[in-house]
């Protein structure tokens, strides 16, 4: 790998060139809408707007395990946010959340509508609104929430640092994946050495902590993140391993997946979801099977 050209930077930054890279084309160093779009609203009190992300699975699974354990209040309308053609700047986006950043949320439930936007936040707002997945007396909870917001602080070492340099930089920059891969590969030690004590992050519970270091974590050991599995030897780590594959095997987590999915197997793509039985109706192989 070879290091960029000696840079030093200017006494003050300006954006006036392409920073190149897979997001160049959305990249902006300023907040707000660059276009209008009012966003659709289905039949559900909940409404998301995602993308099958990582941050986007986490709701999907979120809302999928809690209709699972009985909680039909939980049904959902997502929509597609297509975040590499600037969807999540359109006007009714940053009404919601002014980070423009998916997942987001619209609970339509009570007399005045509340938004909910970051991941971390979502997973709390759904877990204490149904009173699962969370739990209510101490030291666990502070157990589960710790994971979370472990999760929530660490996963940008792993997406925008590592991911980023090792994956879609335009350079390759030695010096830049070593920092971050060192980081990452301390990381799934962390979660190694809390896993070989726990069957789950929180201790004997599956929780919200799980749901939200999974599709992170468990991707990157799974072998889904950036290409990168070997170069990180993710098979070293036997208890990640353990921990992803029960995890995997739940059922809502398989359909939580594919919400929102745009890439990979047409059968892994739902595109919108709008009722349970879309998943056997409506995912990418049969909607382009029916077309004539």
């Known amino acids: 790998m070879a290091d960029s050209p000696e840079y030093t930077p200017p006494k003050v930054w300006a954006w006036n060139k392409p920073n190149g890279g897979n997001f160049a084309s959305i990249n902006r160093p300023i907040a707000g809408s660059t276009h209008d779009k009012v966003l659709p609203v289905g039949r559900h009190p909940l409404q998301l707007y995602s993308l099958a992300t990582p941050n986007g699975q986490k709701v999907t699974i979120m809302l999928e395990e809690l209709l699972a354990l009985g909680h039909a209040d939980a049904e959902y309308d997502a929509w597609l946010i297509r975040i590499g053609e600037g969807d999540q700047f359109g006007s009714?986006?940053?009404?919601?959340?002014?980070?423009?950043?998916?997942?987001?949320l619209m609970d339509h439930s009570g007399p005045e509508p509340v938004r909910v936007f970051e991941?971390?936040?979502?997973l709390v707002y759904l877990a204490e609104k149904f009173g699962a997945l969370l739990p209510t007396t101490q030291p666990a909870r502070a157990e589960c929430l710790s994971w979370l917001f472990w999760q929530m602080g660490s996963a940008p070492y792993l997406g925008g640092g590592f991911g980023h340099f090792y994956a879609y930089a335009p350079t390759k920059i030695e010096y830049a994946i070593d920092r971050y891969a060192m980081e990452v590969k301390r990381q799934l030690d962390v979660l190694d050495r809390r896993l070989a004590e726990n069957e789950y992050l929180g201790g004997d519970d599956y929780t919200i902590a799980d749901i939200a270091v999974f599709p992170w974590y468990g991707g990157l050991a799974k072998g889904w993140q950036y290409g990168a599995a070997e170069f990180l030897s993710v098979q070293d780590y036997k208890h990640v391993q353990r921990w992803a594959d029960t995890i995997l095997a739940r059922p809502a987590v398989a359909r939580g997946r594919i919400v929102n999915r745009v890439s990979g197997n047409l059968s892994s793509q739902l595109h919108e979801r709008h009722d349970a039985d879309d998943f056997n109706t409506k995912t990418q192989?049969?909607?382009v099977a029916e077309q004539p």
Request: charged fraction near 20%.
């Open 119 to 122: 991941s971390g936040s979502i």
């Open 92 to 104: 009714g986006f940053v009404e919601i959340n002014p980070n423009s950043k998916i997942p987001a």
């Open 285 to 287: 192989d049969k909607l």
